[in-house]
């Protein structure tokens, strides 16, 4: 590297973890007391395509470990079905005085939940009125999704702490470090597809559209709400989001690497590249004689 390269990164580095130090006491509230019972796998399963095959193929792996569901899945009939141990919801929308397009029904959903579930929110969310309907069976923990950068033996420290996480541009961000926190000490993805880059144009009139398939149908209701968001966006701002999130997963990854934590992802096709690769049917142990 050359000397002003490495003056460069510094000087980012340092403007980096000075950023954060200032975001932490604005941003920051009390998280939830982390697990320190060790637990074994859980799956996180994120919204992209790959996971109607996961169910359709391995509903017996899906269902023999713990498992996270993430956002808008809850509306999605498999939710009932799957039962998950787990859910994070990490999307602005979920949160806002005026609850819009989908979110009334996913709170509803939610809500109706009867078998135990943890509930992962974001610590700035303790007081919505959404929180007391949800029953008893249903844990509520915290989190904090203030973004942390900067120089690793400064944000580690802060990772632990819970005050702060690596850039949670995707849902997948907190649900790992929620799953780690959890005591879980290997995190296995399914459903982390990423290629949104597949799906993205530019039309005639200069407008950026992007359509992100899910496992589950989108309504003309969540597509109209996507089209909106992408209605003043140019296609620089795209790609500098996609940078974020898959640099994301290298700063997940090199702090979980350093705690012990194995992260493998198991999605066919992902374009996150930061994780091994395995096929969920791998984490089931072949079969003995006797069992033959």
Not at 57 to 67: E, I, Y
Not at 97 to 109: C, F, Q, Y
């Amino acid at each position: 590297m050359k000397f002003a390269d490495k003056i460069q990164r510094t000087l980012s580095q340092a403007g980096a973890t000075l950023a954060t130090m200032i975001k932490i006491p604005l941003m920051s509230r009390r998280p939830s007391p982390r697990c320190h019972e060790r637990k074994d796998t859980i799956i996180i399963m994120g919204n992209g395509p790959s996971l109607r095959d996961a169910i359709e193929n391995d509903f017996d792996v899906l269902t023999s470990f713990p498992r996270m569901a993430v956002n808008l899945s809850a509306l999605a009939p498999e939710f009932r079905t799957l039962k998950p141990d787990y859910y994070i919801l990490a999307d602005i929308a979920f949160f806002l005085k005026e609850k819009t397009g989908k979110v009334p029904a996913l709170w509803d959903a939610l809500a109706a939940v009867d078998w135990l579930m943890t509930l992962f929110l974001p610590a700035t969310a303790r007081r919505m009125p959404e929180v007391t309907r949800l029953p008893e069976c249903v844990n509520v923990k915290y989190y904090n999704l203030t973004p942390a950068e900067g120089w690793k033996w400064f944000t580690h420290p802060v990772y632990d702490s819970g005050l702060a996480m690596p850039r949670p541009r995707n849902v997948l961000i907190p649900s790992i470090i929620c799953a780690m926190r959890e005591g879980f000490q290997k995190i296995v993805l399914i459903g982390a597809d990423h290629n949104w880059s597949k799906t993205l144009w530019v039309t005639d009139r200069n407008r950026v559209v992007s359509v992100q398939p899910h496992f589950y149908k989108d309504d003309d209701k969540e597509l109209r709400r996507a089209e909106e968001i992408f209605s003043n966006v140019h296609i620089h701002d795209v790609y500098e989001n996609y940078a974020i999130a898959f640099r994301s997963y290298f700063n997940v990854k090199a702090y979980t690497d350093r705690r012990g934590i194995e992260i493998l992802n198991a999605t066919p096709g992902s374009f996150i590249d930061a994780f091994p690769r395995i096929s969920l049917g791998s984490l089931m142990p072949a079969p003995t004689q006797a069992e033959k």
